[in-house]
Structures are given as C-alpha cells and as structure tokens.
C-alpha cells in the first residue's frame, strides 16, 4: 500500500476501532488496483474503495475480511476470510467497501446493522 493519508474507522455501535491506517481508494485507478500484487495487509490497516459494490481477490496471496458499506455507512453485509481468487458477492444498497485483514471482523465484533465513523 502507499504512503497516502490513512483514515481511522471506528465502529460506533460497539466503540471498536477497526483500522487505525485505512488507505483511501477513491479514484478509479485506485480502486481498480486495490489490494492487488500486495504480499499481505498487516494489522489495523486496509482500503476503503469508493464507489465500489464487489471486489475480488485476484492476483492476491491472502484471505481478507470485507465490510460492504451504504450510503449512510452503515454495515449492509460482511464476507469474512474471502480466499485469494474469488469473487465476493454483490449486494442492494452498496456504496462502498472496507477491505481488512483476515480476522478483524471478528476481532472488532463488526456486525451487519453496525454504523462506522471514518476519520481522517
């Protein structure tokens, strides 16, 4: 990942940070590279892609946990442990998406209903 600014989000409903180094994707470019060609997403960090409804874990080496967020960021549906070479489902209703280290879902409680913060 590049050395942009990061974004902190926090799980309001719980008071749960979920990522302390959230790297915005923003531009089409940005998000068409995503986590692709990276070796492995550490601890607190991830990318939120935006516009975005489904995402992919081609050319990728690792399992991710994904939050689908609306418009309202609030959590609309959650695929954890998406394998390398997959493809993630569409959901109604999504306007972006949180990519996170294997783990953190369950590690933060993150739950479908859950409302997140984003901080710069």
Do not use: W
């Given at each position: 990942?590049?050395g942009?600014?990061?974004?902190?989000?926090?799980?309001?409903?719980?008071?749960?940070?979920?990522?302390?180094?959230?790297?915005?994707?923003?531009?089409?470019?940005?998000?068409?590279?995503?986590?692709?060609?990276?070796?492995?997403?550490?601890?607190?960090?991830?990318?939120?892609l935006?516009?975005c409804?489904?995402?992919?874990?081609?050319?990728?080496?690792?399992?991710?946990?994904?939050?689908?967020?609306?418009?309202?960021?609030?959590?609309?549906?959650?695929?954890?442990?998406?394998k390398?070479?997959?493809?993630?489902?569409?959901?109604?209703?999504?306007?972006?998406?949180?990519?996170?280290p294997?783990?953190?879902?369950?590690?933060?409680?993150?739950?479908?209903?859950?409302?997140?913060?984003?901080?710069?």
């Amino acid at each position: 990942m590049n050395g942009g600014e990061a974004l902190v989000v926090v799980n309001v409903s719980n008071g749960n940070t979920i990522a302390t180094a959230l790297e915005e994707a923003y531009h089409f470019t940005k998000r068409l590279r995503g986590l692709m060609f990276t070796k492995q997403l550490h601890s607190g960090a991830g990318i939120h892609l935006k516009p975005c409804q489904s995402v992919h874990t081609f050319f990728m080496n690792y399992a991710i946990d994904i939050l689908y967020v609306n418009d309202r960021n609030e959590v609309v549906a959650i695929d954890e442990a998406l394998k390398p070479r997959r493809v993630g489902k569409v959901y109604r209703g999504v306007a972006s998406v949180v990519e996170l280290p294997k783990g953190t879902v369950k590690s933060t409680q993150t739950e479908i209903g859950h409302l997140l913060k984003f901080i710069s």
